[in-house]
Structures are given as C-alpha cells and as structure tokens.
C-alpha cells in the first residue's frame, strides 16, 4: 500500500489534477477499493500517493514511501543527515531537489530526467506515461530472459534510471544539473565485529519500531521471520499472519503450520490467510502480476491466486507488514560462476550456446564494473556484496514493490545500522547466515524449519495446459513478434513439448538437504548447474510471456496522458 508519483518542473511541473489522477490509477490493483490518494501541486512540484499508508511521510517540503527508524522530524529539509529505515524519499526548497534511498534501496525509485522535468515514481509505468513515449532496452529483455529478473541498473525503457542503495541525487534548479552520491558498499572485518555486535544492532532497530493496530508480521517456517519476531522485545510484538493456498492441503512441516507453532510459542495473536490459487482464472492472475511487478522479476508462484491474499488483507485493515527479507551471509562461495548463479548475476551462456545466441538475435550482457569482482577481493566478500549491491535493491525490492500496491512492507533486517554491522563481521559468520541462525536456533529450538512451501511452483504452474494455451495467445501476438526473433520463439516452443514430457524430481534435493552438511549440498548444487544448462522451457516460455505483457503495457501507458479523456 503506497505508490509514488512525483514530478519536478525546471520552472513548472505542468501536471493537471487530471493527469495526476490518471497516473495514480495505474498504479493500484484492479481487485481492491483503495484508499484514497494524498495529492500535492505547488508552481514547481506535485505527487501523489497512491493507496496511501498511515506510514507514508507526505508534506509541502518533502514526500516519502516507507517509515523511519528513528525520530527524524527534520527529514523533509534538504541537507540534513540520511535518516535510518526503509525508505525513498524526496526533498526540496526553492534552489535544489534531493531524492534519497536507503542503505538497501529498499523501496524502489525509478526516475528519468529530461530538460525540463525530473520524473521519480515506484513505478517505471508512471514514468513511461509522463515520457509519452517507450523506447525499449534490448539489454533488459536479455538480463530477464537469462536470470528472470531485470540486470544491474536496468530499466525496460533504456531512459529510466534505479536509484542504487546509499545513494542522493542533487538537482540543482538553476543550473539544471544533477549530482549523485553513492556510498560505496564495502565488507571489511572489524576485531570488534562479531555476534554480539549483530545482536546488538538487530535489537537497537526492533527497538525503535513501535507497535501500531495496522501493522501486521509475516511469518513463515523459516529462520528469518522467526528471527524478527523472536527477537522483537515481547511488548512490541505485533500479531503474525501466514499465507496458504487453499490447493495445498496442510500439512505438518509446511510454512503455514510450522509458522502457527512458532506464534504460540511466542504468545502472540496468529492469523492464517488462505488465497484461492486455482478459481481465478490463470490469465487474470498473470496480467494482475504483469502489471504490479511491471517484470522485474518472474516469481510467480504466490501471486498464482490472483493476489487475493494480499486483497483480504487490505480489506481487513491490515496497511503495512513487517517481513524479513535480510542480508545475514549467503550460502558457501566455491566459485565465481556459482556465486554469480547463486545471486543470479549469471550471463547469457549459461542456458545458450554462442550459436544460439547469435541465432536467436540476443544481446549480450556482462556486470558492471561496480559489481565486478576487486583484485585482492575474497570470494566471500565478493559474494555478500554482491548480495548487498544487487540482489536487495533489485530483486527482494521488486517483489516488496509487487505487494505495494495492497499494502506498505517494511523490512527492518535492512536498517543501515544493521547491514553496516554485517559487513563488518567476518566471512564465516555470514557464510550460510551463520551468526544470525545460532541466535535464532537458542531462542526457540523446539519448533523445526518447515520443508514445504505453501504454494506450487512456478514448473508446476508452466506445466499446466491452462498456462500452454495462455502463453501461447501471448507470444503469437504481434508484440511478442517485435520482441523475439522467429528462432527464439519456435526453439521455446518445441522446448515446452520437449520437456513436459519429462518430470522433475524436486524431491532430491529436500532428501539431500536433510542428510548432508550445507557445504556438501552446495557444492553438489555447483556441480549440477555449472557450465552451460539450458533453461527449463516453462520457464522460459513464463519469462517471455512475461516480458510480452509488460512491453505492452508500457506501449499503452505511454498514450495516458495524451488520451483524449484527458483533455
């Protein structure tokens, strides 16, 4: 819950009421009454916020998505220190403009700047409708076909911009120009840097999170959400919902179950959502994703049902969620290919051979040089900041953006304070989040991790006849056309009949989990994927498909603003 649209004029922003209203709309859910927008125009400034939040910070100085981890009353005057906590905010007085991101770019902003206007929006597809044109990025639409989600600094319209994490942007009015100031991550173990430290951090940040009645805790089976609610002290301890899809009868070990033990034994209310993954119509809840995720990233799965989860939980009053997407350590570094495909850095080659490449009209991608890996850089530290650097800001915010639309998500495992504290602390104690799972694991060892999710996969869905007959509606169109090469598409679609007719054994994994150290599964899971692995079809039909939809919804929201309903 809450989007932003904000639009700054050289000498006026040029937006009508109108307009403003227009670009609001696009940006909520089709399924949902929604609250109505917090609107702003001066000469030179106007925004919006969709859906808003009682979390949002909104004045005649300044506006921000997400909340603050600490009591900052000064956080709309330019200039002022970079406060702590999820966020994206803007600020300015009559010489200069600031946008601001926090230390994970946890909410995302993506902005386009033009001799006239700057453009910063939550959504590309409100910054796509004030362009009033869309120029595509041939490099995204290859990031996303090779790791199903949008590369380092990539935007579908080569224009757009993402603002990277720890990083303010200065406009200067006067002279027109733009600044950026990014603080560079960096991991470097500190003596005075251990557990305790981390402890330390994560406790001082609950801390400073007071409870409210329209704030609930996502929990699953995990360690994570545990872990933030484990650690919370016990009077600000909100109430805890978990998610399950009514096809997925419960079971013992699934995430749903195993998230109820845990909220009984910390003494607080649980709730758990059902959502109907298989009554709505398939091509309804691809179209909804489509249009909220706008195809960052292709993690269908829980938004199969339509996203009547998150549906219930706005009309239930439920306006922000705690959740705890973090940046402890990842699992052990053995190579610069597995840590690429383990983050999901990988290149084109990895599912297409040279000679595919060149036949199917793809164009190559590589890291930028900011995320390359530094001479004397350990594989680990390489690893976690790749972690820090890429896959926060753009893959865990994207999904946090796809919710956004019902309800406002706060993470605050991503607090500065915290994730500095981390890159501190040595390699083994974020290899395999090492240091956070000991703490988690004393604080309630009776109560297991689940071993199920609760809803189906993105296979099982591609595998379906539903999907077959929806994706190839989809990628017979003339967009897709304009798209993909002939190649590409009948190579996809001959990989679908291929491949169905082959069953997955997910089942092997879970075996191997359980009876071998995370090292040794690891490194079979290294084995298994390096070199060259072509992509499963459903996957790669889902990714197409996907980028289809998007394309041509950005092709539409380009002509908003020109309609003649907005004369």
Excluded at 246 to 254: A, F, I, M
Aim: proline share 5%; aromatic share 8%.
């Amino acid at each position: 819950m809450t989007k932003l649209v904000f639009i700054c004029g050289r000498d006026r922003h040029g937006v009508t009421e109108k307009q403003l209203q227009a670009l609001t709309g696009i940006m909520v859910p089709d399924n949902i009454l929604p609250n109505r927008s917090h609107d702003y125009m001066s000469e030179r400034v106007c925004y919006s916020l969709a859906n808003p939040s009682q979390d949002c910070l909104a004045s005649e100085k300044g506006v921000g998505l997400g909340l603050l981890f600490s009591d900052q009353k000064n956080w709309d005057d330019v200039g002022q220190r970079t406060p702590d906590g999820n966020f994206l905010l803007a600020r300015w007085d009559r010489n200069k403009l600031e946008i601001l991101s926090d230390a994970a770019a946890s909410r995302t902003g993506w902005y386009a700047i033009t001799d006239d206007h700057v453009f910063l929006s939550s959504s590309m597809r409100a910054i796509v409708a004030l362009l009033g044109n869309f120029e595509l990025n041939e490099e995204a639409v290859s990031w996303s076909l090779g790791t199903g989600c949008l590369g380092p600094d990539q935007a579908w319209d080569r224009r757009i911009r993402m603002i990277p994490p720890q990083t303010t942007l200065h406009v200067d009015f006067k002279e027109w120009t733009v600044q950026t100031d990014t603080k560079p991550i960096i991991f470097s173990a500190l003596p005075s840097a251990d557990a305790a430290k981390l402890r330390q951090a994560i406790t001082g940040t609950l801390s400073n999170i007071p409870p409210a009645p329209h704030r609930e805790l996502s929990l699953s089976g995990g360690v994570d959400s545990r872990g933030l609610l484990m650690m919370m002290p016990h009077a600000l301890r909100p109430s805890t919902f978990s998610i399950r899809a009514k096809s997925e009868p419960p079971r013992p070990q699934d995430d749903a179950s195993i998230a109820a033990r845990v909220a009984a034994a910390s003494d607080v209310t649980h709730s758990i959502v059902e959502f109907d993954d298989q009554n709505t119509p398939l091509s309804v809840a691809m179209d909804r994703f489509c249009s909220l995720s706008e195809g960052r990233v292709d993690h269908f799965s829980a938004a199969a049902g339509g996203w009547t989860q998150w549906k219930a939980m706005h009309e239930r009053g439920t306006s922000t969620i705690l959740r705890g997407d973090e940046g402890f350590g990842w699992s052990h570094a053995l190579s610069e290919e597995q840590v690429q495909i383990e983050i999901g850095v990988a290149g084109l080659h990895r599912h297409f051979t040279p000679a595919q490449i060149e036949e199917f009209g793809l164009q190559l991608y590589s890291l930028p040089d900011t995320l390359v890996r530094k001479e004397n850089e350990t594989l680990e530290n390489w690893r976690d900041r790749l972690y820090h650097q890429h896959r926060l800001p753009v893959i865990l915010s994207a999904l946090t953006e796809a919710k956004a639309g019902y309800i406002d998500v706060i993470n605050p495992f991503l607090s500065r304070h915290i994730l500095e504290t981390v890159r501190s602390m040595l390699s083994a104690e974020r290899t395999e989040k090492s240091a956070f799972r000991k703490m988690v694991a004393a604080l309630l060892p009776s109560v297991p991790y689940a071993s199920k999710a609760a809803h189906r996969s993105l296979t099982t869905i591609t595998n379906s006849e539903e999907f077959k007959m929806i994706a190839g509606d989809i990628l017979g169109s003339p967009t897709a056309q304009e798209i993909f090469t002939a190649p590409l598409l009948s190579y996809a679609v001959q990989r679908l009949k291929r491949d169905s007719k082959t069953k997955s054994k997910p089942w092997m994994g879970r075996i191997a989990r359980h009876l071998f150290p995370a090292r040794f599964v690891t490194k079979l899971r290294a084995v298994k994927h390096s070199g060259h692995r072509p992509l499963n079809a459903g996957v790669l039909i889902f990714r197409m498909a996907m980028i289809t939809k998007v394309v041509a919804t950005l092709k539409k929201d380009m002509q908003l603003l020109n309609s003649s309903s907005m004369s």
